[in-house]
């Protein structure tokens, strides 16, 4: 079974500048993560997705950053523009809904570096 | 305010000696409590989870960990530690009364093993 693929794996831009990310869960995961993990901290969620709707957004700066999960499958995370706090690890995650409410295992991608600059 | 406590950053231990990382939680309830590890350049993987019920929980590579609910703490450990168990390990708690199963992470600790 092929994992969560994340694209780029690392990405070097200027402040005020915009970027884009890309993640492809696994196949049939219904549920979707964004989580932005900064250096020395542990993943904080940004956005979550069950199929093509979002259930979780509240610690989305939403002035700069979105997401968007159109189809229900793979889903693009965006930052427009970028600051130097922006610095850090965008880990995408999926998880299926056949397990126990909130007992469902996260699986992760190994994620894009970003350097805002 | 609810969270999760990982008191220590770093840790490092000779291979072969046991290794114990502590996870210490502040919940209304018991929530429910995962360690994942994250390998050099590589996405999270759980090791394990705790729901309810026994309060040691055996997951994959060796690794366990024990529910405590009078010290509110979930603690890893593993018997003998291998040179590829060097990784940051994370713990984390669910909400059981969230539908959406939303975890918060702690900090993680850095797990350095030497020959």
């Known amino acids: 079974e092929a994992g969560v693929a994340q694209s780029p794996r690392y990405k070097i831009i200027e402040k005020r500048q915009s970027v884009a990310f890309w993640c492809n869960p696994i196949?049939?995961?219904?549920?979707l993560y964004w989580y932005q993990q900064i250096l020395g901290q542990g993943p904080k969620l940004l956005i979550q997705?069950?199929?093509?709707?979002?259930?979780?957004d509240s610690q989305l700066p939403k002035d700069r950053f979105s997401a968007e999960r159109l189809k229900g499958v793979d889903s693009t995370l965006k930052i427009q523009p970028a600051k130097l706090e922006d610095s850090a690890v965008y880990l995408c995650?999926?998880?299926?809904?056949?397990?126990?409410?909130?007992?469902?295992?996260?699986?992760f991608g190994p994620g894009t570096r970003l350097l805002v600059l | 305010a609810q969270s999760v406590t990982q008191p220590d950053i770093h840790i490092t231990v000779s291979e072969g000696a046991s290794l114990e990382l502590r996870c210490n939680y502040s919940?209304?309830?018991?929530?429910?409590l995962f360690w994942y590890v994250q390998s050099p350049g590589q996405g999270l993987q759980l090791l394990l989870k705790?729901?309810?019920?026994?309060?040691l929980v055996q997951g994959i590579k060796g690794f366990e960990a024990e529910f405590k609910r009078s010290q509110s703490s979930f603690n890893l450990r593993k018997p003998s530690v291998h040179w590829s168990d060097a990784a940051e390990y994370f713990c984390?708690?669910?909400?059981?009364?969230?539908?959406?199963?939303?975890?918060?992470f702690g900090a993680g600790t850095q797990v350095v093993v030497t020959p």
């Open positions: 919940y209304g309830a018991t929530p429910y």
């Open positions: 997705f069950q199929n093509n709707g979002v259930v979780d």
């Open positions: 705790y729901f309810s019920g026994d309060t």
């Open positions: 995650a999926s998880s299926s809904t056949r397990e126990g409410r909130g007992q469902e295992t996260q699986y």
């Open positions: 196949s049939g995961h219904a549920t």
């Open positions: 984390a708690v669910g909400d059981p009364t969230d539908s959406w199963g939303k975890l918060q």
